[in-house]
């Protein structure tokens, strides 16, 4: 007897349809047709079925705040950290608590179950961080949320700030974070890397650096990233975000620098939406698209997932936290719009992404935990292509969300025949 079994779904794992049977909140069944009892059945009419979105970069501690205590005029990331450290001053545990889980509720019901969220950890009372770790706890039972130790103001910003890094691990979160570029000098921002690293294997965390999310040609902090990855033998556990200098760098050294970059494996993640806007803004014509190289990077065989990075906060004031919108920029953007290319984009808000958030549990097979989306498309180019709706999104093998996509009655005159 079955809790659920999900019907008739198109996948990426057989040229027919499928079912999927759900006991105990795991799949442990995935047959062309499953004859057994059931309590439950979600009929995918012949649409796509899909392990969940992996968020695999959102800041849920700035979510929600566009506009307070103003907006950003520049459109910068540096004019973005001036308001947020403003905004930040009057933090309370339940503010950033409720913020958090209304974006993860906006996204859960679009489909996404893993999420990677920065937690600022510059600000004396660690009160973004505590926030962020109890959110991990409430919402558990439905969602997978990873937080990352993030010094938003460089670890060597201001003398407290590498012992509130320390305190953050102490406390729990998931992986070591940092802003090489940000920091005030160059030496600092090569010595917080090192600091990452060490921290990183003494307490047994993975690397998430904000790295290189900046304009200037000059700023290679992603070569000492991978040199440390690859002296560690650290690089599944480490990820590069943003790394938009290198869509930047001349072709020569981006030609050293992708052979290191395979040697040291480690997975990237970009965010399409908000480098496209935050960056170039110093350029006049020709204007840089402000975003690393991912065609390149996927092309070399390296893990590059994607992330909305924001949603209403003083970097970005739009956003809808659905990760086909994502899914859709980065086919623009990084004009990957080959078949390969536009499903390889989905694959970096699914099994990419999960990559990156170095979990072995995700995916439709047999024995892993019931996680599973039903779209209203046929394949991951259809849902690309009409940013489809997620009709059904099963969390540890109970029914979260369903959602009805839209339909259109057309009221307009009868066409002539042609
Ligand atoms: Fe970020």
Known sequence: MFDLIIRNGRTSIAPHSLDIGIQNGLITAIEHHIVAETHQTLDAQNQWVSPPFVESHIHLDSVLTAGKPRWN??????????????????????????????ALKLQAQQGVLYVRTHADVSEKNLIALQALLDVREIVKDWITLQVVAFPQDGIYGSPDNEKLLEEALDR????????????????????????????????DRLIDIHCDEIDDDQSRFLEVVAACAVRSDYGDRTTASHTTAFGSYN?????????????????????????????????????????????ELWQAGLNVSLGHDCIQDPWYSLGTGNLLDVASMAVHVCQMTGMDEISACYDMVTVHGAKTLNRSDYGLKVGHPANVI?????SPYDLIRRRSSVVAVVSRGRLLAQTTAPQVQWLGPPIAQI
Request: net charge positive; aromatic share 8%.
């Open 172 to 203: 729990g979160a998931d992986a070591v974070g940092g802003i090489p570029h940000y920091e005030m000098t160059r030496e600092d921002g090569v010595k917080s890397v090192h600091r990452i690293f060490e921290l990183a294997q003494k307490y």
């Open 73 to 102: 005029q520049s459109g910068t990331l540096f004019e973005g950290i001036e308001i947020w450290r403003d905004y930040k001053q009057n933090l309370t545990l339940e503010e950033v608590k409720t913020r958090a889980i209304e």
């Open 251 to 295: 072709n020569a050294y981006a030609l050293k620098l992708m052979g290191l970059l395979k040697r040291s494996r480690i997975n990237f993640v970009s965010n399409p939406l908000i480098n496209i806007t935050l960056q170039a803004r110093t350029d006049s014509y020709p204007k840089r698209r402000g975003i690393t190289r991912v065609k």
């Open 374 to 378: 039903v779209l209203d498309g046929e």
